[in-house]
């Protein structure tokens, strides 16, 4: 890696600025550049010598290419001072030439410079690496760090002065890119006065977009086809931007594949053909003219393996009956069925996996089929157990708004878990819960505390009652779940406990709608009348929900759970478009009906979200970025606009912690590993940049008290833009710690109903 020459040069600079006394005053904020710039017009000759000059100063100070007014304002100013052509002749006139001087602070001293490098009333470690992630695209090196920072500690430089001897000192690649770079926004620059309207180019959104493309500069090839390509891609986004254009993507059905064993088919064939006719009238008449939706009937294969072969083409399905399941150290193992194409999900004949041990980074292992189980208790039991079932459901979905109506709009959650030193908590359901507007306040109960008898007796209450909602985190086998009330500190062994099975409640029914059960292995449906099973169909549950091993989970797992799906769950989705993408790499599992929904479609104005100019209506959907490579420890930045092309206004989270985080060595045969890793960095700005000019930073928006999402409203006819950062770790010679692929999700959702969730997918190969 080529290094900074900072010898003879730096030496005469400091020595110029010690003598002329160094301004190391805080920089002032009021002055911009903006307001000397005069109205656009054609470069004369002799003022088109300076256009590499300006251009170099407004990639330094701003970050970006000049605008054509801007562009023509300088070059003719510096033309006019006589002023040097060159970087390394104007800070060696800076200190004797007032005019050059003059023209300089007016870019280091304006509000745009000011915003991008100056933090506070001192100079930071980001300042510096700032100036070199505009010009280099990459990290400084130590040596040239340490020599920048102690030079503005003593006041020996300015920060102008440090970005023109950063720039005047290039060599070999460094200079080489910095030369690309003023290329590429020079074309940028010509364009956009010649053939587009240089008003798109005006705000901070269009600035931001522009900087994070002079960024990725050296993953571009260097030719002028990849120069003009990105040039006309970018000028085409900010033309859609300032006009309000966009494109509808093509969605295609949500297809259902109802999978029965052939006892089922041959027993309860006419049930399974009412079912699937009232889903698709049902599903159809949730969103009129949006998205469709086509149901199958199927009898399953008699193998795991050409099972997985009917499941393709499907985006959901219900596994009806004893129909065979892969299986994990004896217990029902789902993904192999949700992710068929996943290479490390290979079952035998058996449906045995091999080892449950995969990354979901990789683009064959996520956002799969939501598979739901419907089977009874028992052989003896399941044919008759489910005909009651699939008539409920099939009288739910004739006539789903009045059958929601059966339940009340309450929900319960009871925690009943010893910890050692207390009671587990679910830290925030209740702000969660009333962040969805999907209940009145009153309406959400959450217990902790009590002794283990009393924590059971929360629980059948909700779950014998007709709410919507009853949740519990407790330990707990397929067979039966265990309440513990308190015990001793510091042991996480209780004596208070009291153990319960669905059968303890006789000839009671169940009648909550959905009930999801924590920590405990209840959804292990191989065992005979678990209790996952027994919650479904000893009474009304729809559906249940929970992992099919026994295990602990994060204090905050229900709110982001709640967080996550109720918004999709308010707006009229279904629990399949609700799970869609969450249940991958985890025990989680579902037992029922995931076709139905808590409250009916939104109706009135809506909002529209339209995601780099493109309106996706299919409900969910997954997005593949793939981001400009990170060569030779680069750093890359992606601008993602968010706008809204609807008639209301359009409320968004968007996801500020990655998931499902992994990499894959530099070697193709090589697989995915799952992060996080010590040698890259995954970063999402806390910074909402708008259209209008508004520029919000934390804590002018609310970021949830996880630290996992921050919200944003648009207006109708609004935008706004996030950046996302990816910064490789580099070794003690400056190059990347591990080459090869890196990839992560951020989960979005939104109040549009024909986008209610994003999983954006981003991709960066280190090279």
Request: aromatic share 8%; proline share 4%.
């Amino acid at each position: 890696m080529s290094k900074l020459i900072f010898s003879t040069l730096s030496t005469v600079l400091l020595l110029l600025l010690v003598s002329c006394g160094g301004d190391t005053k805080p920089l002032p904020t009021e002055r911009t550049v903006s307001h000397l710039h005069a109205a656009a017009a054609r470069i004369d000759a002799d003022d088109a010598r300076y256009e590499d000059l300006v251009q170099r100063l407004y990639l330094g100070y701003f970050g970006r290419p000049a605008d054509p007014a801007g562009l023509a304002f300088y070059t003719h100013a510096y033309h006019r001072a006589n002023a040097p052509e060159t970087v390394s002749g104007l800070y060696s006139s800076y200190a004797n030439d007032p005019a050059v001087r003059e023209l300089l602070d007016s870019f280091a001293n304006s509000v745009e410079s000011n915003e991008l490098y100056y933090k506070g009333s001192a100079l930071t470690f980001g300042f510096i690496a700032a100036f070199y992630e505009n010009l280099f695209s990459r990290q400084p090196d130590r040596a040239g760090l340490d020599f920048w920072n102690r030079a503005l500690d003593k006041g020996l430089i300015t920060p102008q002065h440090a970005l023109l001897s950063i720039m005047a000192g290039a060599v070999g690649s460094d200079a080489e890119l910095l030369n690309r770079k003023i290329s590429l926004a020079k074309l940028f620059t010509s364009t956009l006065e010649s053939s587009a309207d240089p008003a798109i180019y005006a705000g901070q959104l269009p600035a931001l977009m522009l900087r994070a493309l002079l960024r990725s500069v050296p993953a571009m090839a260097d030719q002028p086809t990849a120069s003009k390509a990105a040039i006309s891609d970018i000028v085409q986004r900010l033309t859609d931007l300032a006009r309000g254009s966009y494109q509808e993507v093509a969605t295609e059905d949500h297809r259902i594949l109802l999978l029965a064993s052939a006892a089922q088919q041959n027993y309860n064939g006419e049930r399974l053909q009412q079912l699937a006719a009232a889903l698709v009238t049902d599903l159809n008449s949730i969103h009129p003219g949006g998205r469709k939706w086509s149901v199958t009937i199927a009898t399953a294969e008699n193998t795991v393996p050409r099972i997985r072969d009917q499941l393709r083409g499907y985006h959901s399905a219900m596994l009806i009956g004893m129909v065979p399941v892969p299986t994990y150290d004896g217990k029902p193992a789902i993904d192999p069925y949700r992710l068929l194409d996943c290479p490390d999900l290979a079952v035998d004949e058996a449906g045995v996996l091999a080892s449950y041990s995969f990354a979901v980074a990789d683009l064959k292992c996520k956002n799969g089929l939501v598979i739901s189980i419907l089977r009874g208790g028992t052989y003896e039991t399941e044919i008759d157990e489910v005909a009651k079932k699939l008539d409920q459901m099939t009288a739910y979905h004739r006539n789903s708004s009045k059958a929601n109506t059966g339940w009340n709009r309450q929900v319960a959650f009871v925690d009943a878990l010893w910890g050692g030193s207390q009671m587990a908590t679910q830290q925030g359901l209740a702000a969660a819960v009333a962040a969805q507007n999907m209940y009145s306040p009153g309406s959400f109960s959450y217990v902790n505390s009590g002794n283990s008898a009393q924590l059971l007796s929360r629980f059948v209450g909700c779950i014998s009652n007709n709410y919507e909602v009853c949740g519990v985190n407790l330990s707990g086998q397929a067979e039966r779940i265990t309440f513990e009330g308190p015990g001793k500190l510091n042991n996480t062994n209780t004596s208070d406990i009291t153990s319960w099975r669905p059968a303890d409640l006789g000839t009671s029914l169940i009648k909550a709608k959905y009930i999801p059960v924590i920590s405990a292995g209840t959804q292990d449906f191989l065992t005979e009348n678990s209790v996952g099973n027994r919650l479904l169909m000893q009474g009304n549950a729809l559906l249940t929900r929970g992992s099919t091993v026994e295990g602990g989970l994060s204090s905050d797992y229900m709110d982001n759970r709640i967080r996550s799906e109720f918004p999709l769950l308010r707006q009229g989705a279904t629990f399949a478009e609700a799970l869609y993408g969450v249940m991958e790499g985890t025990y989680d599992s579902i037992q029922g009906d995931p076709y139905i929904t808590m409250r009916s479609a939104l109706v009135g104005k809506q909002p529209k979200l339209v995601i780099d100019g493109l309106h996706y209506n299919s409900g969910t959907v997954a997005l593949n970025l793939t981001l400009p490579d990170s060569v030779n420890g680069t750093i890359i930045r992606k601008v993602i606009t968010y706008s809204n092309r609807g008639d209301a206004d359009l409320h968004l989270r968007l996801a500020l912690t990655p998931r499902h985080m992994g990499y894959k060595a530099e070697n193709s045969s090589a697989k995915y590993k799952a992060g996080p890793s010590e040698d890259f960095t995954i970063f999402t700005e806390w910074l909402q940049v708008f259209s209008d000019g508004r520029i919000l930073q934390w804590p002018e928006f609310e970021v949830e008290s996880s630290g996992g999402a921050m919200h944003a409203t648009l207006r109708p006819g609004q935008s706004m833009a996030v950046q996302y950062e990816f910064r490789i770790a580099l070794d003690t010679q400056g190059a990347p710690r591990q080459k090869g692929q890196y990839s992560w999700d951020m989960f979005n959702t939104s109040d549009d109903p024909d986008n209610m969730r994003t999983i954006i997918t981003m991709q960066v190969t280190s090279r």
